[in-house]
């Protein structure tokens, strides 16, 4: 079962020194629309073809979040993966929708995951 993290602890990990690498694993428009600061795109159907890209180290902390506690994208791109090796995976359950409904900012644009 992947681990589940808070918007307060995630919050104080993109402050500190030792920030995860945050994914966003929604398809490009949602992406382009608004996403977390720092974020990179991930589509949760792609995460196979397109993490060894994203994130060279197995062992690199990652954070994957979608739209909100209802969307299963984030926990289907996490599940893949764990499966792939990478070995310090969470979801950031709440997602977009917990984020902007703190009052905390999204970026906009940004790169999208090229197509294939």
């Not at 307060?8 to 600061?37: I, K, Q, S, T």
């Not at 310090?88 to 906009?108: F, I, M, Q, S």
Request: hydrophobic share 40%; proline share 8%; glycine share 8%.
């Amino acid at each position: 079962m992947t681990a589940i993290v808070t918007r307060e602890e995630l919050e104080a990990e993109l402050a500190g020194p030792r920030r995860p690498v945050l994914l966003e694993a929604l398809p490009p428009r949602y992406f382009l629309e608004g996403h977390l600061p720092s974020a990179k795109h991930l589509p949760h159907d792609r995460v196979g073809e397109l993490a060894p890209r994203l994130i060279a180290e197995k062992a690199t902390a990652i954070v994957v979040y979608c739209a909100s506690d209802t969307c299963q994208n984030s926990h289907i791109a996490a599940r893949t993966l764990e499966s792939l090796g990478y070995a310090n995976v969470r979801v950031y359950a709440g997602g977009k929708k917990d984020w902007t409904e703190a009052g905390l900012p999204l970026e906009t644009g940004g790169p999208v995951a090229a197509a294939a």
